[in-house]
């Protein structure tokens, strides 16, 4: 089945700089990497998704890669700001076809913004 | 629409007891999950279903079962509960995936479940 890694396991920043959370996947036929945002107690919220048939998609200040040849995608955060304070996870997803479709997550990643 | 919605929010039950958390979703979506997460973890896939009448084990299955009767409803069984299945359980739920690929996943509040 599919793994799905995630690094780093925290990560603190200045309020205006940026934030690069980075996850690799082991099934290359995963095609779908959502990234979800998890605020304490809270319910996961899908920030930003990706399908595997672009290589980058950008939403304001929230921006995602994908490297299909090295199976691996990264979340970026320009311009942080506190309230992105939150624990982040990215998923991925294999086609249909395959039987199961279901999301496997890595293990999520802390950012804490300093003002 | 409210979403997916799950409950109890909260629950604490003593070891060997038997409990079941439900989930309900009103966006008419044939997929539907069940996660559990651990403290400090990712979420882990116990059970999910892709239609009525169909269900299927995930990652952490061992220690609950489901059921899907109706495309609304995807109640999760714990038939003996023990202390390891402490965790917080999401379910979540997605449409049909369209031709360019999967549709987002819409997860309920979740329900904080501890065993004593």
């Known amino acids: 089945g599919e793994n799905v890694e995630q690094h780093p396991s925290t990560l603190s920043v200045q309020e205006g700089d940026s934030a690069v959370i980075k996850c690799t996947y082991s099934d290359s036929a995963s095609n779908y990497f959502p990234w979800y945002k998890q605020e304490l107690g809270k319910r996961p919220q899908l920030i930003i998704d990706i399908r595997s048939n672009v290589g980058e998609k950008k939403d304001q200040r929230i921006a995602v890669t994908l490297n299909k040849t090295a199976k691996h995608f990264s979340l970026h955060i320009t311009e942080t700001q506190p309230e992105d304070s939150a624990v982040y996870f990215c998923?991925?997803?294999?086609?249909?076809?395959?039987?199961?479709?279901?999301?496997?997550f890595g293990s999520g990643t802390r950012l804490q913004v300093q003002p | 629409n409210a979403g997916v919605t799950q409950t109890p929010k909260f629950r604490i039950l003593k070891i060997g007891q038997s409990m079941t958390l439900q989930c309900t979703q009103d966006?008419?979506?044939?997929?539907m999950y069940w996660y559990r997460q651990d403290p400090g973890m990712g979420l882990k896939l116990i059970y999910y279903?892709?239609?009525?009448?169909?269900?299927d084990k995930g990652e952490v299955p061992n220690g609950y079962n489901v059921s899907r009767s109706t495309t609304e409803d995807f109640p999760l069984r714990l038939e003996l509960a023990a202390p390891s299945q402490t965790s917080v359980y999401f379910c979540?739920?997605?449409?049909?995936?369209?031709?360019?690929?999967?549709?987002?996943?819409?997860f309920g509040d979740g329900t904080r479940l501890s065993i004593l």
């Open positions: 966006m008419n979506h044939n997929y």
């Open positions: 979540a739920s997605t449409s049909v995936p369209r031709p360019r690929g999967d549709q987002p996943q819409h």
């Open positions: 998923a991925a997803s294999p086609p249909v076809r395959e039987g199961r479709r279901a999301l496997t």
């Open positions: 279903s892709v239609g009525a009448g169909i269900t």
